[in-house]
């Protein structure tokens, strides 16, 4: 049974870093392309960052762009999210999510996604 942990979340000032990360029980972990979404309270869940099975394709959405890093260690099947310079609007739960279907067009789409992580708060105060 595949599981996807998170770990990382807190409480942390605006212009604040953290690390986030997800830790996966796939078998083969590096066939999987990776991806990070966030979702706010009444809100909907929105794509934050994906990257490839080898970790040489990365997208991001524009809000983080420049701020966050997404990478991974297949030794250690785990994917990270790197947050600097966070602002309040990036108050969320964070999940991270695996796909083994996807393409850079289609890594922004949560439907996608096969397995999804039970999520990770982070709040960022002003």
């Known amino acids: 049974q595949v599981q996807l942990v998170e770990s990382g979340g807190g409480l942390v000032q605006a212009g604040g870093s953290l690390r986030l990360s997800c830790v996966a029980s796939?078998?083969?972990?590096?066939?999987?392309?990776m991806g990070w979404f966030r979702q706010a309270p009444g809100k909907e869940r929105e794509f934050v960052a994906a990257?490839?099975?080898?970790?040489?394709?990365?997208r991001y959405a524009d809000s983080v762009k420049g701020r966050f890093t997404i990478s991974r260690d297949n030794a250690k099947n785990t994917v990270y999210l790197q947050m600097n310079s966070l602002k309040p609007e990036d108050t969320a739960a964070y999940y991270c999510?695996?796909?083994?279907?996807?393409?850079?067009?289609?890594?922004?789409?949560?439907?996608?996604?096969?397995?999804w992580g039970q999520g990770t708060q982070v709040t960022v105060s002003s």
């Open positions: 999510a695996a796909h083994t279907r996807m393409d850079y067009t289609t890594v922004v789409l949560p439907g996608g996604y096969d397995y």
């Open positions: 796939i078998r083969i972990f590096r066939t999987y392309g």
């Open positions: 990257i490839n099975w080898s970790g040489g394709s990365t």
